[in-house]
């Protein structure tokens, strides 16, 4: 049962203790049949790879394959798998691994537990657990311990550290060779984008089918990975013996096998409308997320184009109001390239669609700053809630306190960020790029647009961190509360 160093038909014969727990006895003779869907599902869990990577679009199956990689072990009463994800809130998210381990795992006889760890004992002995690694320092939690499966769900997440460091205690005295198996979805910019590139071509961004599930061999020579088509070719790469004799460093094997929603037919006769979902990201993320593609980036252009936006010469009526606030206070001189403090005012419209009806922005010190939302306030009317920025620390606090005393008798929140900005703009781009988003005809019209479009490129993105901020903030208007202190 090593998933690593074997032949295809050996390979064939590990599989085979993962289809005899698979079928569980139920009622009148009748039997439960679990096993992956034909194609990349079961190519991934067919691969004898020390590591392998599975995904790259949203709806390819990762969760289950995943879930299903430590059944064909559970006979075994010394195995232990780990899945980690990078926070704990994922692993327990609706949807997620445990919620979707309580579908699957209690059909073999699995036991839970939730405290202090969430686990499943199975009835031979066998264990999965689930964990966390927020932060790079805990990985010396993990010091001394032994896993013969890891498992890490939505691999762009961790960082190079933590991966690296988890390999190391990926060992076994059960019997089982140890190995790594992976999901992920693409980002350009993770460790994980450079480390399968061979299987990703550079440039499309996309993966190439004929590399699909091909094996490949690297060393790690400090912090340099050596890769090669075969083992052998790897022989002249040595390390001291426990007799200081140099000998070859063993090779792992890795493979990545690409995965589409189409793929996955289960999901797509499931949940019709999954494809439509995917279809109504922003540009960027539906490339990711439904194409797979590994090298697009946030761009100028890409997350807002003024022809999405119809402009209009009056508001319709019945809108409720949002005007978002980015705040600056450095007064532009000759010398300086300050941020703006820039405020954006949008409405939902009855039905459904938003406009963009008011956008301004200045650059000035702290007390216009304050008279500059003040005024604008005044201008707006107290039927528009007003979103404000909280910093981190002391200082942003008294700043909002200041603020929100002054704006008294207006509806006013104010809210640290949370996320990169080109996440926070993604639902507007996703409204806008679908036609929902109209722009009331004014002067300000070319300077939002233009700003917008350079967005996340440009130097400043105080416009579009304002729109934001009021978009997202109208989605949560609820939670809004009268300022009258």
């Known amino acids: 049962m090593r998933p690593a160093g074997e032949t295809s038909h050996s390979a064939h014969r590990r599989n085979a203790p993962f289809r005899q727990v698979a079928g569980v006895e139920q009622g009148q003779g009748a039997q439960t049949i679990i096993r992956p869907q034909p194609g990349p599902q079961t190519a991934f869990l067919a691969s004898p790879a020390d590591i392998a990577i599975y995904g790259g679009s949203a709806g390819g199956g990762k969760t289950w394959a995943l879930l299903m990689e430590p059944l064909r072990h559970v006979a075994n009463p010394q195995f232990g798998a780990v899945f980690f994800r990078r926070t704990l809130v994922q692993v327990r998210n609706e949807g997620g691994l445990w919620d979707e381990s309580e579908k699957l795992y209690p059909s073999l006889n699995a036991k839970p537990k939730v405290a202090p760890d969430l686990s499943w004992t199975f009835p031979f002995g066998a264990s999965v657990s689930f964990a966390h690694l927020e932060h790079d320092k805990t990985v010396s939690n993990w010091q001394g311990s032994q896993i013969p499966l890891i498992c ?78 075969r083992p052998e070719e790897l022989a002249e790469y040595t390390a001291p013996d426990e007799n200081g004799n140099p000998k070859p460093i063993e090779p792992k094997s890795v493979t ?134 909280q910093d981190p620390g002391q200082a942003g606090k008294s700043q909002v306190t200041n603020l929100t005393k002054l704006l008294a008798g207006f509806t006013v929140r104010a809210t640290p960020e949370s996320g990169d900005k080109t996440t926070r703009f993604s639902p507007f781009s996703a409204q806008a790029e679908a036609g929902n988003v109209l722009v009331l005809r004014g002067p300000w019209n070319e300077t939002w647009f233009s700003s917008l479009e350079g967005f996340p490129e440009a130097v400043h993105d105080d416009d579009a961190d304002s729109t934001s901020r009021a978009f997202n903030a109208l989605l949560s208007a609820s939670t809004y509360t009268l300022a009258n202190v």
């Not at 390239?337 to 963009?356: N, Q, S």
Request: hydrophobic share 40%.
């Open 152 to 229: 890490f769900d939505e691999l762009t997440h961790f960082t190079a550290k933590q991966f690296w460091y988890l390999l190391s205690r990926n060992r076994a005295m059960c019997g089982v060779r140890p190995y790594v198996r992976a999901t992920c979805n693409p980002d350009a910019d993770s460790w994980v984008a450079e480390f399968i590139s061979w299987w990703i071509d550079q440039d499309t961004g996309l993966p190439i089918p004929e590399r699909a599930g091909v094996l490949r061999y690297f060393v790690r020579i400090g912090d340099s990975i050596i890769w090669a088509d």
């Open 256 to 389: 990545f096998v690409p995965a589409k929603l189409t793929d996955n037919k289960a999901l797509m006769a499931a949940d019709p409308g999954y494809l439509a979902n995917l279809m109504a990201l922003p540009t960027v993320e539906r490339e990711r997320l439904l194409g797979g593609n590994w090298k697009i980036r946030p761009a100028a252009g890409l997350l807002l184009r003024r022809g999405w936006c119809e402009v209009v010469d009056a508001v319709p009526a019945g809108a409720r109001w949002m005007r978002g606030w980015d705040l600056g206070a450095t007064p532009k001189t000759e010398s300086n390239d300050p941020d703006w403090t820039a405020g954006t005012k949008i409405g939902k419209l009855p039905d459904g669609r938003y406009i963009v009806a008011h956008h301004c922005r200045d650059r000035l010190s702290p007390s216009g700053v304050e008279r500059l939302i003040r005024n604008t306030a005044e201008a707006d009317g107290k039927e528009v809630h007003i979103s404000l920025p």
